[in-house]
């Protein structure tokens, strides 16, 4: 039967694992990081099971169509994602909502910045910029711990390192990273540190 044999699936399982790499690979360590774990173990678990115990029926057809599912939904959430990213409504529209957005926090209208920096990162959770602007509107809202994940996300997202500095120093100051972080991260001192990303 061509569903369970083991040339497709090998297939499968390696498109799976390319939608992970390309998650891990990007910044988005939990998703893909729990893609490939997951996929790795319902592989292994079917391999056992059909190749070493001699598994028929339920016991191989469930390991193995739920690895069949979990790499086909990585691949196509992945092509999903990034065609969002690139061809929807919101991705078209990103400079002059992210313009609103910081006006509208400029403003102290933290509620519709909120909304503006959110729907930003829903659309292209790669963008390290709203995730920043995000983290602020939390920070400003009194939502600490929010803040710090989002300035996280943003870190993890920041793949040129664009604002390595920034998120550092914001990092510091919602609490989460001490001077002694800073200094190991940058090799200088966490005041210049902070001076050199409050000076960009």
């Known amino acids: 039967m061509i ?3 083991f040339a497709p699936n090998l297939v499968v399982f390696l498109a799976g694992q390319v939608a992970a790499w390309w998650n891990l690979r990007t910044g988005r360590l939990f998703v893909g990081g729990v893609t490939s774990v997951l996929l790795w173990l319902l592989a292994d678990w079917w391999l056992l099971q059909r190749y070493v115990f001699g598994g028929q029926g339920v016991a191989a057809s469930v390991p193995l169509l739920s690895m069949q599912f979990l ?3 990585a691949v196509v959430a992945q092509c999903a994602a990034q065609w969002r990213r690139r061809r929807s409504a919101t991705s078209r529209q990103r400079s002059r ?3 609103d957005g910081l006006v509208a926090f400029m403003r102290s209208d933290h509620a ?3 909304t503006t920096f959110r729907r930003l990162v829903r659309n ?3 963008d390290a910029a709203s995730w920043l602007a995000l983290g602020d509107v939390c920070a400003e809202l ?3 711990g929010r803040a710090r994940r989002c300035y996280r996300r943003a870190r993890g997202v920041d793949l040129g390192k664009d604002y390595r500095d920034l998120l550092l120093l914001r990092l510091a ?3 989460k990273a001490s001077a002694e972080a800073i ?3 940058t090799g200088e001192p966490a005041g210049s540190a902070a001076t050199a990303a409050v000076s960009r």
Do not use: E, I
Request: hydrophobic share 50%; aromatic share 16%; no cysteine.
């Open 97 to 99: 909502l992210f313009g």
């Open 124 to 126: 292209d959770p790669w």
């Open 3 to 5: 569903v369970d044999s």
């Open 71 to 73: 790499a086909l939904f």
């Open 173 to 175: 100051v919602a609490g």
């Open 112 to 114: 519709t910045a909120f």
């Open 183 to 185: 200094t190991t991260t």
């Open 142 to 144: 009194g939502q600490a």
